[in-house]
């Protein structure tokens, strides 16, 4: 099981699949398929051998003669070039993947949420208590979840959810004795499934 972000990101991975490199970077075999589909993204026709490894490189914040050792396996990429090479690969390659596959499928207009549910409304029945509830009416909400999935993550996209939850159904905000908002209804707990009809 999982927490909010969690559920989301995989029933949102679900729902708009794309391929990825499932092997990690720090595995040759990850880490090349990384470099190979940036060569790819930056191959022009007609280049000479290696242009295209030279710009996938560039293009990463990388140095051209490093990103040659590493094909070559002479060295292997430190943490911290991995970390500069994995963000290159998923601003690159995995999410313009997954702008087009959610733009082909649109966002969903029903959600159906299983976690700890507690909404800012007194008269709610069962608040914090694991329950399912089908929220509908929720397409231009899922279109916010879905664009803070793809440019900043499963949380920022926990975090619209519980937002435009809260809007779609008028739950106010709560706000605590030093005035810090949070949304009027939120997921809680670490058994939280997300289904889309």
């Given at each position: 099981?999982?927490?909010?972000?969690?559920?989301?990101?995989?029933?949102?991975?679900?729902?708009?699949?794309?391929?990825?490199?499932k092997t990690p970077i720090t595995q040759r075999r990850?880490?090349?398929?990384?470099?190979?589909?940036?060569?790819?993204?930056?191959?022009?026709?007609?280049?000479?051998?290696?242009?295209?490894?030279?710009?996938?490189?560039?293009?990463?914040?990388?140095?051209?003669?490093?990103?040659?050792?590493?094909?070559?396996?002479?060295?292997?990429?430190?943490?911290?070039?991995q970390r500069r090479l994995e963000r290159a690969y998923?601003?690159?390659?995995?999410?313009?993947?997954?702008?087009?596959?959610?733009?082909?499928?649109?966002?969903?207009?029903?959600?159906?949420?299983?976690?700890?549910?507690?909404?800012?409304?007194?008269?709610?029945?069962?608040?914090?208590?694991?329950?399912?509830?089908?929220?509908?009416?929720?397409?231009?909400?899922?279109?916010?979840?879905?664009?803070?999935?793809?440019?900043?993550?499963?949380?920022?996209?926990?975090?619209?959810?519980?937002?435009?939850?809260?809007?779609?159904?008028?739950?106010?905000?709560?706000?605590?004795?030093?005035?810090?908002?949070?949304?009027?209804?939120?997921?809680?707990?670490?058994?939280?499934?997300?289904?889309?009809?």
């Amino acid at each position: 099981m999982a927490d909010l972000a969690g559920a989301l990101d995989a029933a949102l991975r679900a729902r708009y699949r794309v391929s990825e490199v499932k092997t990690p970077i720090t595995q040759r075999r990850g880490l090349l398929a990384r470099m190979n589909q940036l060569e790819k993204l930056h191959q022009r026709k007609g280049d000479r051998p290696g242009a295209a490894g030279r710009r996938a490189a560039e293009s990463a914040g990388i140095p051209p003669d490093q990103w040659t050792r590493w094909k070559k396996g002479q060295r292997t990429p430190s943490a911290r070039s991995q970390r500069r090479l994995e963000r290159a690969y998923v601003e690159q390659i995995t999410l313009p993947a997954y702008r087009k596959s959610t733009q082909g499928k649109g966002a969903p207009s029903k959600v159906t949420v299983t976690a700890q549910i507690w909404w800012t409304d007194s008269d709610k029945k069962n608040n914090g208590k694991q329950r399912t509830v089908k929220l509908t009416g929720m397409k231009a909400a899922m279109r916010a979840v879905i664009r803070a999935w793809i440019a900043a993550g499963p949380e920022a996209a926990a975090n619209a959810l519980e937002r435009g939850a809260a809007a779609v159904y008028r739950v106010p905000d709560n706000v605590d004795s030093d005035g810090n908002r949070t949304p009027g209804i939120q997921f809680k707990g670490d058994e939280v499934e997300i289904e889309f009809p």
